[in-house]
């Protein structure tokens, strides 16, 4: 069972913030996920390189192109290092393969006579790096997202017939038993999506004469590839096409593109008319979620309201970081968040409620049992109490990418078991029924374990802490694996009586809310 994630490629000419680090962390958890459930995953992400913006970017910092790339490709490499993503490769639109590729499509897709040329004069914006109508601009006449006023642009452009591919794009987006059904989520923007395809699909230029920062068209070299074309042709040069065809008919297509709203009508039209017309399978799945906002408003770098994956990672630590990233809004909608909203929930869930529920036992472990497992005749109840809980909500939400009913889900598990610590209260027990606390202490033990497990895809080094902490036996990602394919607690436990715990340590410390400027 294969499994192909992709991220967007971002662009270069802006520096790794929280909203790419929304996308790549979720893409991430899933690939982690499926990796945990014995699928052979393939998880690629990049850098968009090519187009006007980068071109002027690099000019205005006194730079050549290539230069501004290889600095700011590395800065997103980093980041993603940073946040502990397990990436399988990392494709840059100005690598030789990618040329490659994009040549050999935009030619299959010349020779079939889908390509044309054709005058064209629009109004170009070069910050959104695409024509825009009257109708687009705002009261000034200005792009309303850049705010410039978009210039007259008039030249012969390469045409894709994308009105050729009306029909076909229309019964596999809304036939869910067609062979290659294009799965758009979330519902209602899939919606908007076919709602747009009924009211016609116009031919989309392709190619330009004036940039000179791209991909020359094979079949006419004053032109280069369109930024698009570009860089939505990366998905199949990351899986070895046109050269490498074992990899290709492995990995192809994908079962997941993921993205934010703004770039779905490319990944959900675009692509697969494109596909479809170089004779390619069309990817099966496009789950689009929505914009964050920081305070209320867009976060950009030149208001400089951006928060950066390293500003999080040394407030947080990785782990929460990302565990909070995702779990701050549903994943879907639009959202706002705020240093303060972060703060509150890595205190609530992290801090008090999940670090306190390992702390506790261990406490307890240290206090009557001389940091040992206690002996004890097994006892499941409270282990397979949380694991009801985590198998009726969090591996669906998961595998239906709702990652922020995923981490409610685990909170939840962990409120169960914080609430039968309550119950139980084994400080009292200790005086009344001391016989009875060993087997309290281990069903702690195997809940957490088992919380330990299902954390890992979202909290990898914090789930190991809690494995080695409670003297889990073996190795975690082995024992998950086996875990999730038959659902079955081992025999005496994953922490096994007599072993040796470790000192408690404090695995999320409270931290004093305060809104950062
Ligand atoms: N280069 C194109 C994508 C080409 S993919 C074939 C591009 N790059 S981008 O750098 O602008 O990245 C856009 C993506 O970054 C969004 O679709 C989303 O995945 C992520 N996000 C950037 N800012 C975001 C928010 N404020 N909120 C949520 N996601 C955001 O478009």
Redesign the pocket.
Same mark, same amino acid.
């Given at each position: 069972m294969k499994f192909y994630i992709t991220?967007?490629?971002?662009?270069v000419n802006?520096i790794p913030?929280i909203?790419?680090s929304?996308?790549t962390i979720a893409a991430d958890i899933l690939a982690r996920w499926k990796r945990l459930n014995g699928f052979d995953v393939y998880f690629l992400t990049g850098t968009?390189e090519h187009g006007t913006k980068i071109a002027q970017a690099a000019k205005e910092k006194g730079k050549t192109p290539q230069e501004l790339c290889d600095e700011m490709s590395e800065k997103f490499k980093e980041a993603w290092k940073l946040l502990n993503i397990t990436n399988d490769d990392f494709i840059r639109t100005t690598e030789k393969r990618q040329e490659y590729t994009v040549q050999t499509i935009a030619q299959a897709l010349f020779d079939k006579k889908l390509i044309f040329k054709n005058k064209y004069e629009a109004l170009y914006c070069v910050g959104c790096e695409k024509f825009l109508a009257e109708k687009d601009l705002d009261e000034n006449g200005c792009c309303p997202d850049h705010k410039t006023k978009p210039v007259l642009q008039s030249e012969e452009n390469y045409f894709f017939k994308l009105s050729s591919f009306q029909d076909e794009l229309l019964e596999r987006i809304t036939n869910a038993a067609h062979k290659q059904h294009i799965e758009i989520q979330p519902e209602e923007r899939r919606n908007e999506i076919v709602g747009k395809i009924k009211l016609g699909l116009e031919d989309i230029s392709i190619s330009r004469t004036a940039v000179d920062w791209g991909i020359h068209l094979p079949f006419d070299k004053e032109q280069t590839a369109y930024v698009w074309i570009d860089?939505?042709i990366?998905?199949i040069t990351g899986v070895g096409y046109p050269d490498n065809k074992e990899m290709f008919e492995k990995y192809w297509p994908a079962d997941v593109h993921l %993205?934010?709203k703004?770039?779905l009508w490319?990944h959900s039209v675009i692509w697969p008319a494109v596909l479809m017309g170089a004779g390619l399978a069309t990817p099966k799945k496009v789950y689009s979620?929505?914009?964050?906002?920081l305070n209320g408003s867009k %976060?950009s770098k030149t208001l400089g309201n951006v928060i950066s994956p390293q500003e999080l990672v040394e407030k947080f630590g990785v782990d929460a970081a990302r565990y909070l990233a995702v779990s701050l809004i549903p994943f879907g909608p639009d959202g706002d968040i705020s240093w303060t909203g972060l703060t509150l929930k890595y205190n609530v869930d992290l801090a008090n409620n999940l670090g306190n529920l390992i702390s506790r036992t261990i406490k307890m472990a240290e206090k009557y049992f001389d940091l040992k497992v206690p002996q004890c005749s097994p006892d499941f109840e409270l282990a397979k109490k949380t694991a009801k809980i985590l198998e009726d909500d969090f591996t669906p939400a998961i595998n239906n990418l709702y990652f922020h009913k995923a981490a409610q889900a685990l909170q939840n598990a962990v409120t169960t078991v914080n609430q039968q610590i309550e119950n139980d209260a084994p400080w009292k027990l200790a005086k009344t029924d001391p016989e009875k606390l060993p087997a309290c202490i281990y069903s702690y033990l195997q809940a957490a374990d088992l919380i330990a497990i299902h954390l890992l895809a979202f909290m990898p080094e914090t789930a190991e802490k809690i494995w080695s902490v409670c003297a889990a036996q073996e190795n975690i990602e082995e024992t998950a694996k086996k875990y999730f394919k038959d659902k079955i607690i081992p025999e005496k436990g994953f922490s096994v009586s007599g072993a040796q715990l470790q000192q408690a340590q404090v695995l999320f410390p409270r931290i004093i809310a305060e809104e950062k400027k």
């Amino acid at each position: 069972m294969k499994f192909y994630i992709t991220t967007p490629i971002y662009y270069v000419n802006d520096i790794p913030h929280i909203g790419h680090s929304y996308t790549t962390i979720a893409a991430d958890i899933l690939a982690r996920w499926k990796r945990l459930n014995g699928f052979d995953v393939y998880f690629l992400t990049g850098t968009d390189e090519h187009g006007t913006k980068i071109a002027q970017a690099a000019k205005e910092k006194g730079k050549t192109p290539q230069e501004l790339c290889d600095e700011m490709s590395e800065k997103f490499k980093e980041a993603w290092k940073l946040l502990n993503i397990t990436n399988d490769d990392f494709i840059r639109t100005t690598e030789k393969r990618q040329e490659y590729t994009v040549q050999t499509i935009a030619q299959a897709l010349f020779d079939k006579k889908l390509i044309f040329k054709n005058k064209y004069e629009a109004l170009y914006c070069v910050g959104c790096e695409k024509f825009l109508a009257e109708k687009d601009l705002d009261e000034n006449g200005c792009c309303p997202d850049h705010k410039t006023k978009p210039v007259l642009q008039s030249e012969e452009n390469y045409f894709f017939k994308l009105s050729s591919f009306q029909d076909e794009l229309l019964e596999r987006i809304t036939n869910a038993a067609h062979k290659q059904h294009i799965e758009i989520q979330p519902e209602e923007r899939r919606n908007e999506i076919v709602g747009k395809i009924k009211l016609g699909l116009e031919d989309i230029s392709i190619s330009r004469t004036a940039v000179d920062w791209g991909i020359h068209l094979p079949f006419d070299k004053e032109q280069t590839a369109y930024v698009w074309i570009d860089a939505l042709i990366n998905y199949i040069t990351g899986v070895g096409y046109p050269d490498n065809k074992e990899m290709f008919e492995k990995y192809w297509p994908a079962d997941v593109h993921l %993205m934010a709203k703004d770039i779905l009508w490319f990944h959900s039209v675009i692509w697969p008319a494109v596909l479809m017309g170089a004779g390619l399978a069309t990817p099966k799945k496009v789950y689009s979620h929505g914009f964050f906002t920081l305070n209320g408003s867009k %976060m950009s770098k030149t208001l400089g309201n951006v928060i950066s994956p390293q500003e999080l990672v040394e407030k947080f630590g990785v782990d929460a970081a990302r565990y909070l990233a995702v779990s701050l809004i549903p994943f879907g909608p639009d959202g706002d968040i705020s240093w303060t909203g972060l703060t509150l929930k890595y205190n609530v869930d992290l801090a008090n409620n999940l670090g306190n529920l390992i702390s506790r036992t261990i406490k307890m472990a240290e206090k009557y049992f001389d940091l040992k497992v206690p002996q004890c005749s097994p006892d499941f109840e409270l282990a397979k109490k949380t694991a009801k809980i985590l198998e009726d909500d969090f591996t669906p939400a998961i595998n239906n990418l709702y990652f922020h009913k995923a981490a409610q889900a685990l909170q939840n598990a962990v409120t169960t078991v914080n609430q039968q610590i309550e119950n139980d209260a084994p400080w009292k027990l200790a005086k009344t029924d001391p016989e009875k606390l060993p087997a309290c202490i281990y069903s702690y033990l195997q809940a957490a374990d088992l919380i330990a497990i299902h954390l890992l895809a979202f909290m990898p080094e914090t789930a190991e802490k809690i494995w080695s902490v409670c003297a889990a036996q073996e190795n975690i990602e082995e024992t998950a694996k086996k875990y999730f394919k038959d659902k079955i607690i081992p025999e005496k436990g994953f922490s096994v009586s007599g072993a040796q715990l470790q000192q408690a340590q404090v695995l999320f410390p409270r931290i004093i809310a305060e809104e950062k400027k």
